[in-house]
């Protein structure tokens, strides 16, 4: 497995925004690909975007498509989340994820079919 840990959240205004990173360490030669979900107070675990092990293939919620963009770069073995446009509806704690694997058609998938998972890093938008 690999470990993940995240890195970039924080209060924003409405309208700004926030790049957030995901750091992998351990096995990571390994191929996976990286989702990331978010979880506002009160709320299930919700998937934000995805992406294939070599970057080829991203997946977003409908929610965020043309406001976040996930990349990539597997030499520093990190992966980004790049967040524009930020709404008071995306305050949230954001955790990236990793499922062993190359070749996923949909990575928009239960939470619980991911394997390791960050500690979260906190977005908080003000309107």
């Known amino acids: 497995q690999v470990q993940l840990v995240e890195s970039g959240g924080g209060l924003v205004q409405a309208g700004g925004s926030l790049r957030l990173s995901c750091a992998a360490s351990?096995?990571?030669?390994?191929?996976?690909?990286i989702a990331w979900f978010r979880q506002a107070p009160g709320k299930e675990r919700e998937f934000v975007a995805g992406?294939?092990?070599?970057?080829?293939?991203?997946y977003y919620a409908d929610s965020v498509k043309g406001r976040i963009t996930i990349s990539r770069d597997n030499a520093k073995n990190t992966i980004y989340l790049q967040m524009n446009s930020l709404k008071p509806a995306d305050t949230a704690a954001y955790y990236c994820?990793?499922?062993?694997?190359?070749?996923?058609?949909?990575?928009?998938?239960?939470?619980?079919?991911?394997?390791?998972w960050g500690q979260g890093t906190q977005v908080t938008v003000s309107s």
């Open positions: 994820a990793a499922l062993p694997g190359s070749d996923y058609q949909n990575l928009n998938i239960p939470p619980s079919s991911y394997g390791s």
């Open positions: 351990g096995r990571t030669k390994s191929r996976y690909a």
């Open positions: 992406i294939s092990w070599s970057g080829g293939r991203t």
